[in-house]
């Protein structure tokens, strides 16, 4: 009986070593893109809304941001319109957004961009501190624009608070170093 019950081991075993079979797979490429699209109402404009894990690292540099996570020529080969002679896709975040024209064989022709309660550049700080002790930044905003994928104007409107009193001032940060960083 022992040896019978051994044997049948031994059968079942190799019958269900027998009966497993290998399946290969194909590679498969997942990706996790930090944005949506969706395409305007007028079908030239596509308007991408970064997800919110992402807003402080698009707000902080969106053009570096767009660079990094956005392949403009993956779109327009999607789109496959041929007649388009510019692409205008709008950045949208909780924070503000990127405007970006990019011509028809991708490449970024100009851009505007502007976004609320940002973090201040180091340099910045320091320029509001010494020059406005004892206030309080209340709120600020950034407006950039440029042609390519360089800045040509920066500005930030900050609003400051002391006691009763506000004040809104404006920092270009080109100037800093100058005279005349700072203007009221």
């Given at each position: 009986m022992k040896t019978l019950i051994v044997f049948l081991f031994i059968v079942c075993g190799i019958a269900t070593g027998q009966a497993q079979k290998v399946t290969q797979l194909k590679e498969t490429k997942v990706e996790y893109a930090p944005y949506n699209i969706t395409p305007g109402s007028d079908l030239d404009t596509y308007k991408v809304?970064?997800?919110?894990?992402?807003?402080?690292?698009?707000?902080?540099?969106a053009l570096e941001f767009v660079k990094e996570n956005f392949n403009i020529n993956d779109l327009i080969k999607s789109i496959n319109v041929p007649a388009y002679d510019s692409y205008l896709i709008s950045f949208r975040s909780s924070k503000g957004f990127l405007d970006v024209a990019y011509n028809k064989d991708g490449e970024m022709k100009n851009s505007n961009q502007m976004f609320k309660d940002v973090v201040l550049p180091l340099a910045i700080r320091r320029e509001v501190y010494t020059n406005y002790k004892g206030w309080t930044m209340v709120k600020n905003k950034y407006v950039a624009s440029g042609n390519s994928d360089k800045l040509d104007r920066e500005i930030y409107r900050i609003n400051l608070k002391k006691d009763n009193k506000r004040q809104n001032i404006k920092i270009i940060p080109s100037r800093i170093g100058s005279d005349r960083v700072v203007s009221n």
């Open positions: 809304a970064i997800n919110e894990n992402y807003t402080a690292q698009f707000s902080a540099n």
